[in-house]
C-alpha cells in the first residue's frame, strides 16, 4: 500500500517520510504532522489534487485515533502507510479522482 502514497508523486513521498520518521507517541500528534504536511503542500498543489488532499486531511486525526492508542513502534507505521492507501482510496472515490 505504501504505492498508493508513491503514486501520489511528491506529496506522497513526503506522507510517507513523515509517516515513517517523525517523532511522535500517540496518534494525535502523528495526524497533526500528516495534516501539516497536507497543508503545506495545498497551497501548492495541482487543483485536481486539491479536493483529494483536502478529503485525506479530514480523515487522517479519526482514523489514527480510532485505531491506534500509541504510534512509536515501527511496525505501527507500517500498519498506517498501508491504511493510508485505503484512505488514499477512499478519498479519490469521494472527490470523484477515481473515476
Sequence with gaps: MANQLLSM?????????CILTVKATYPEELADHIVNEINQY???????????LFHLACEVHDAL??????????????????????LIYRAKMTSHLGR
Design 65 to 86: 485515533s480510532d485505531r491506534y492508542g500509541r504510534v512509536d513502534a515501527l511496525q505501527v507505521r507500517r500498519d498506517i502507510v498501508n491504511m493510508m492507501g485505503l
Design 9 to 17: 508523486g511528491v506529496i506522497g513521498v513526503r506522507l510517507l517520510d
Design 42 to 52: 495545498l497551497v501548492k498543489a495541482p487543483k485536481v489534487e486539491k479536493a483529494l
